[in-house]
């Protein structure tokens, strides 16, 4: 992998203004030669590093890379394709559902958009299942948690909880003046940074995330092992 090619965000740039099947089928060499086939280039190598540092987390090239065709069937929006191209680092144990929903686990998200290019991990709006077993964990011991997410090197790279869903009662079931209630009222446990488009077509990208992934790994870790997923030492 020596970076995206600054065609992919030509095309993706092209998609959005013509979000429609003709012009993606007659444009599909490019998706396939700038977008599809690097990022499966970047998975793989992302995967070598994770065998080695966090073995239970898995990049697939065929289940890793989130489907560009958009779920219309309950949208207003009706335009067939996603403008942006993405990617989801799972836990092994988490279940076929992943790379179609990121769902089952925590894991690291890598986001290629123009101008919106992202790294992001921990796991985003778990259903109530696995809802439930989180606040259950912070409820018995949030201690961890918290010395993770308020880590001065954590929050100088990723800053605090994204705060998108977050209940402004407490959670039904839990004490109000639980010492964990910041937590408990989050509906959703993720962080992100930004990338630039240079880093994006950076040969150094993996490098970067990487180092991302590094930093991401003790929160990722927590949440999966609340969720019945552990830690390993090796790879299965």
Not at 1 to 16: E, I, W, Y
Not at 19 to 39: A, G
Not at 88 to 106: C, K, M
């Amino acid at each position: 992998f020596t970076g995206f090619d600054p065609a992919a965000f030509r095309f993706l740039r092209g998609l959005k203004r013509h979000n429609t099947r003709e012009w993606f089928e007659s444009h599909r060499p490019e998706y396939e030669q700038f977008v599809r086939t690097p990022m499966r280039a970047l998975i793989e190598e992302l995967d070598v590093h994770l065998a080695a540092t966090v073995p239970e987390l898995v990049g697939d090239p065929r289940r890793s890379i989130f489907r560009i065709h958009r779920d219309v069937r309950f949208s207003t929006d009706k335009s067939p394709y996603k403008t942006h191209a993405s990617a989801w680092l799972f836990h092994q144990d988490a279940g076929r559902v992943v790379g179609q929903q990121a769902h089952g686990g925590a894991g690291v998200y890598v986001h290629l958009e123009p101008g919106g290019s992202m790294v992001a991990g921990g796991i985003w709006m778990p259903p109530k299942a696995g809802l439930d077993k989180l606040r259950d964990r912070l409820a018995e011991a949030h201690e961890g948690f918290e010395a993770i997410v308020l880590d001065r090197a954590f929050r100088r790279r990723f800053g605090d909880l994204d705060d998108e869903a977050v209940l402004v009662r407490p959670p039904r079931g839990y004490d109000p003046h639980h010492p964990a209630m910041r937590w408990l009222k989050y509906k959703s446990f993720t962080v992100s940074r930004g990338l630039e488009d240079a880093e994006m077509t950076s040969p150094r990208l993996v490098q970067t995330l990487v180092k991302d992934v590094a930093v991401l790994t003790p929160l990722v870790r927590w949440l999966n092992d609340a969720l019945g997923f552990p830690a390993r030492s090796t790879r299965a």
